[in-house]
């Protein structure tokens, strides 16, 4: 089992025949990914984004004149697969930095084994509050769930969606769902005055949601705030329209997959939500959902045509890292991998970063990136931008 999740990549044919680049050294950079498990449906498309943008970097002269070389690891969405992931990849591979871990779950389990063996790692999804505060080798290009729902009630309040009354429903047995439902939403209900009674929980592997939904919509909420995956808010979504819901459905990060639309239908129609990415912003977010679309056609994942926002942020690592190698000089040997991963640590202090997920980006004191939030409705099955909010300023 542990030997299917280890895949090394294989640089030949269609995107990646790439051209030898002047030095035989490469820069090697771990990949923690998710194509199997839970979370298989929004962190399998993770691969294609970073192949991509290695891809473009290794094509234009690689990092100091080394092509980067990806070495790639599926936790199958087990956090402690993250763990023997980080060990493998600052071990066995020499590898400068990783991209990932891909969950909350993932990062808490494998931040502190980055932290004892001095490598970072940079998720493009893990988005629960607090998880780097105490280290100094983790890093998140990524917005938590918090934050982005906070904005999305004061986007509700300034476009006038009524909202004095919700309910809560979530997956229990998802780390960021529940934390999520039970803390984050709670306390930003509270502090805008909107009632609300006790969340109400399912499993993930839960069929049927019929007495969930019931229980909830007895006390006659006009929003139902979501924290689950996407196929679970697919189920809640169904089961809430088949008993004659007719208010919003409202949620964070955690399901705001562009390609779920498909999967909520119809009855989706109206649902409110936030992502840290918005593809038709500009022509390098246009540019980059094309590239999106044509290689994971390509790769057999026709479903995946617009970039989530981990995809996008996934996309965005491959460019930072870059970033901060050449700030830090460093050369990919391994007789000075030790000295280089603290020196490419260094180099994102301070740093500011321009991708498709926002301009001049820059890290706050805990290490977590500050991006934008656009809120998105769902109209006529298709994502439409409701409202947007800038990214935060760092101190």
């Not at 089992?1 to 090394?8: A, F, H, N, P, S």
């Not at 409202?250 to 989706?268: K, Y």
């Amino acid at each position: 089992m542990m030997m299917k999740r280890r895949t090394l990549l294989a640089a030949s044919g269609g995107l990646l025949a790439l051209p030898a680049l002047a030095q035989a050294r490469e820069i090697v950079i771990g990949l923690t990914m998710v194509k199997s498990g839970p979370l298989k449906t929004p962190g399998e498309a993770t691969e294609t984004c970073v192949d991509i943008a290695v891809a473009e970097i290794n094509a234009a002269g690689g990092i100091n004149g080394r092509r980067i070389r990806i070495e790639k690891f599926d936790t199958g969405s087990d956090p402690r697969q993250a763990a023997t992931a980080a060990q493998k990849f600052a071990r066995d591979d020499n590898a400068l930095a990783i991209i990932g871990p891909f969950s909350s779950g993932e990062s808490a389990v494998a931040f502190p084994v980055g932290e004892r063996l001095g490598i970072v790692q940079i998720s493009n999804s893990a988005s629960q509050p607090g998880l780097t505060g105490n280290f100094s080798y983790a890093w998140r290009l990524t917005e938590d769930e918090g934050k982005q729902f906070g904005r999305l009630l004061t986007s509700l309040t300034r476009k006038g969606v009524p909202a004095s009354k919700a309910e809560i429903m979530f997956i229990s047995d998802e780390r960021i769902s529940n934390i999520t439902a039970t803390q984050f939403y709670p306390a930003l209900l509270r502090s805008r005055n909107i009632a609300f009674g006790e969340p109400v929980s399912f499993q993930y592997r839960t069929f049927d949601v019929a007495p969930q939904v019931t229980q909830i919509l007895q006390r006659g909420p006009e929003v139902v705030a979501l924290a689950a995956t996407p196929d679970g808010a697919g189920k809640v979504l169904r089961e809430l329209r088949r008993q004659g819901f007719t208010g919003r459905v409202i949620g964070s990060q955690i399901f705001a997959d562009p390609n779920s639309v498909e999967l909520f239908g119809p009855e989706g129609e109206g649902m409110i939500i936030v992502a840290g990415f918005w593809w038709d912003r500009n022509d390098a977010t246009r540019a980059f959902t094309r590239k999106y679309a044509e290689e994971n056609a390509k790769r057999g994942l026709t479903s995946k045509r617009i970039p989530h926002h981990s995809d996008a942020q996934a996309y965005d690592i491959v460019y930072l890292m870059k970033q901060a190698a050449e700030r830090a000089q460093v050369t990919g040997e391994a007789s000075r991998i030790a000295a280089e991963r603290t020196a490419f640590r260094d180099a994102l202090r301070g740093i500011r970063f321009t991708g498709v997920t926002g301009e001049d980006t820059c890290f706050d004191a805990a290490r977590d990136a500050e991006l934008p939030g656009f809120i998105i409705e769902i109209r006529n099955q298709a994502w439409s931008l409701f409202d947007s909010f800038p990214a935060d300023t760092c101190a």
